[in-house]
């Protein structure tokens, strides 16, 4: 006879397994072949606003400014502000210093006296802001193409469209492995999702907003950390589109050093975000609403599942269960099976994040070497 620990800790793995697995499926087979039902605009040119918030890019800030200037939307129509939060490396000078060199470029810097961290200094940024559609990346980013600016405005041109991010990839190196199998996942995960109706999870690679929309939500919050990620999430709660598209490609560097305390950080902020969004969700559109339940409770409850499926198991193991050890052994095994590997290393990234969050929320988090 199975006791009840075993079945319980059976039961617990199904769901915790067995709940991604088919929300993943649903989202391939019934979402991913869709058609938008967006209208785009090639033509749809309104003034943007790129905002590159910066705290000490100094290797990076000026590859960074080439990108943005290589892009083909017309040059009379775009504005880029870097926002600087007291970088000690020299960030600001690099900036003045490739601006004297690339005149044509409508370049600003707002150089803060002190780092109040990012939202801070992108609500600082959007209020000298002059375009109509305000995009933000990040300066350890590189976007794929010259056309990859045009495509993502091309999408606001509808106006069911409040928000677009890019699907995001990251740079050879470091720990690609499992870096690039949880993109792999992921890109197609977000892109459903926003056929669907929006996603929930926004990149800073490239997050463009309609600024009368980002206005209305209150700007970038300040208290927790995905300021990306909930805002459009906020977009989105007030009937908008908030969409992943396969047209806008991001590049990430990835650190090679210190790749776990990164993760974790970043896994903390998506949780910060899912926890202040779970009181808005009474008000999600309805094709949103199940969308941000399955992610949220992805992010904040499926984990501990696992967690206790694991500690069950092993616990009748250790008494001597044959099938609890035979059970052990193969979810070990299983290790070697990179997808899952990524899996299970994800959720103890987010079991990580969700006790950090107790002591630290990591609004202002230090940098790390890419
Ligand atoms: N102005 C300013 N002030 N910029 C900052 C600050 C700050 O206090 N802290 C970080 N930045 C800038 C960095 O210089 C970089 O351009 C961008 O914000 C992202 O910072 P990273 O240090 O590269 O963070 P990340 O890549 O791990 O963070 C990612 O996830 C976050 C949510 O978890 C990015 O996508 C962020 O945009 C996102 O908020
Ligand atoms: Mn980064």
């Known amino acids: 006879m199975v006791d009840l620990g075993l079945a319980i800790a059976l039961a617990l793995a199904l769901v915790h397994f067995g709940l991604p697995v ?8 019934v979402w991913l072949g869709r058609p938008w039902g ?7 040119k309104p003034r943007v606003t790129v905002i590159v918030p910066t705290y000490n890019e100094a290797r990076l800030i000026e590859s960074k400014l080439d990108d943005i200037a290589r892009q083909d939307y017309p040059r009379g129509r775009l504005e880029v502000i870097v926002v ?8 600001v000078e690099a900036v003045r210093r490739w601006s004297g060199g690339s005149p044509g470029l409508n370049l600003r810097v707002i150089s803060e006296p002190s780092r109040m961290g990012k939202a801070y200094a992108l609500n600082n940024a959007l209020r000298h802001a002059s375009g109509d559609i305000v995009v933000i990346t990040d300066a350890d980013s590189r976007w794929n193409s010259e056309r990859t600016l045009s495509n993502a405005v091309a999408w606001l041109s509808d106006p069911t469209v409040g928000a677009v991010t890019c699907v995001k990839n990251p740079e050879r190196g470091g720990f690609l492995g499992v870096e690039g199998g949880y993109r792999g996942f992921y890109n197609i995960v977000r892109l459903a999702e926003s056929k669907a109706w929006s996603t929930p999870v926004f990149h800073g690679e490239l997050a463009a907003f309609k600024r009368e929309l980002l206005e209305a939500v209150g700007g970038f919050p300040t208290d927790i950390g995905a300021d990306d990620s909930h805002t459009a999430t906020l977009v989105a709660l007030r009937g908008y589109r908030a969409i992943a598209v396969d047209d806008v490609e991001c590049i990430e560097k990835v650190p090679e050093e210190g790749y776990h305390a990164w993760r974790v950080r ?3 902020h998506l949780v910060q975000h899912f926890l202040k969004t779970l009181r808005h969700v009474g008000r999600a559109p309805n094709r949103f609403k199940p969308v941000l339940l399955v992610e949220a409770y992805l992010h904040l409850v499926n984990p501990w599942l696992l967690l206790v499926a694991i500690t069950l198991m092993l616990y009748q193991a ?8 035979v059970i052990s052994t193969v979810g070990l095994l299983l290790l070697v099976h990179r997808p899952y590997r990524i899996w299970v290393i994800t959720q103890l990234y987010l079991i990580m994040a969700i006790l ?3 002591w630290i929320k990591e609004i202002i988090w230090a940098k790390q070497d890419k």
């Open 22 to 29: 088919a929300y993943y499926l649903y989202l391939r087979v």
């Open 38 to 44: 967006v209208r785009r605009d090639h033509s749809f």
């Open 84 to 91: 600087d939060s007291a970088s000690t490396d020299g960030t």
């Open 266 to 268: 970043r896994a903390q």
């Open 318 to 325: 250790l008494k001597g269960s044959f099938i609890a050890i």
């Open 356 to 358: 950090r969050n107790i």
